[in-house]
C-alpha cells in the first residue's frame, strides 16, 4: 500500500468526510470561543458591579480617616482608606488596652467607686466584680475591623474577576478568530 493510499475501511471504523471533520472542529471551536467570550464578559460586568456596590456602601457610611491614621482626613471609600481605617482602629484599641488584645484581658474585673476610686467590697470584705467594659470594647473595635476588612476582599475578588474576565474575553475572541485554522 502506498502512502497516497487509505487503508479498507473496517467494520469497526467509520470514514468521516473530510468537510464534516472540518465541520465538527469548527462549530465546537465557535461553541468554545462564544462560551469564553460570554463567560469573560459576564465576569468583568460582575467584577465592575461588584466594586461599584462597595464603593457605594462604603460611601453611605460616611467616614473620614482620622489625622492620625496612614492616610489621613481621607473619606473612606475604597480598598487603601479601609485598610488605613482598620488599621488605626485596631491601633486605637490597643492604646486603650494598654497594648492587650480581647482574649489577653479579664472577662470580670473589681467594680471601682467612682467618687473615691477604691474598690468596692461586698459584705465578707472581697471585691465586687463586674464586666470588663473595656474588655468588651473590643468587640466593638473588631466588628468595624472586620466589615472594613470584608470590603477590602470585595475590591480583591472583584479585581480578580475583572482580570480573569478580561482573559476570557481575550481567549475567545483568539479562539474564534483562529477556528478556520483548524484546517491545517
Keep these: 500500500m502506498s502512502v497516497t493510499e487509505r487503508p479498507a475501511a473496517t467494520p469497526h471504523t467509520v470514514d468521516v468526510p473530510?468537510?464534516?471533520?472540518?465541520?465538527r472542529s469548527t462549530r465546537l471551536l465557535t461553541v468554545v470561543a462564544l462560551i469564553a467570550i460570554i463567560v469573560g464578559a459576564g465576569s468583568v460586568l460582575g467584577g465592575v458591579g461588584g466594586a461599584v456596590f462597595t464603593y457605594q456602601q462604603a460611601a453611605v457610611e460616611n467616614i473620614i480617616t482620622p489625622g492620625d491614621a496612614a492616610i489621613a482626613e481621607a473619606p473612606?471609600?475604597?480598598?487603601?482608606?479601609?485598610?488605613?481605617?482598620?488599621?488605626?482602629?485596631?491601633?486605637?484599641?490597643?492604646?486603650?488596652?494598654?497594648?492587650?488584645?480581647?482574649?489577653e484581658m479579664d472577662r470580670m474585673v473589681p467594680q471601682i467607686d467612682e467618687a473615691t476610686g477604691e474598690v468596692v467590697l461586698d459584705a465578707d470584705g472581697d471585691p465586687v466584680?463586674?464586666?470588663?467594659?473595656?474588655?468588651?470594647?473590643?468587640?466593638?473595635?473588631?466588628?468595624?475591623?472586620?466589615v472594613l476588612n470584608m470590603g477590602i476582599m470585595a475590591y480583591a475578588l472583584s479585581a480578580f474577576a475583572m482580570a480573569v474576565g478580561a482573559t476570557l474575553l481575550l481567549l475567545g475572541v483568539v479562539v474564534w478568530r483562529l477556528r478556520s485554522a483548524v484546517l491545517l
Design 129 to 146: 466584680m463586674v464586666e470588663n467594659m473595656t474588655r468588651l470594647s473590643w468587640i466593638d473595635a473588631t466588628s468595624l475591623t472586620t
Design 18 to 23: 473530510e468537510a464534516e471533520r472540518v465541520g
Design 76 to 103: 473612606v471609600r475604597g480598598p487603601f482608606t479601609m485598610w488605613a481605617q482598620s488599621d488605626i482602629i485596631t491601633q486605637h484599641q490597643l492604646d486603650r488596652t494598654d497594648g492587650l488584645r480581647y482574649a
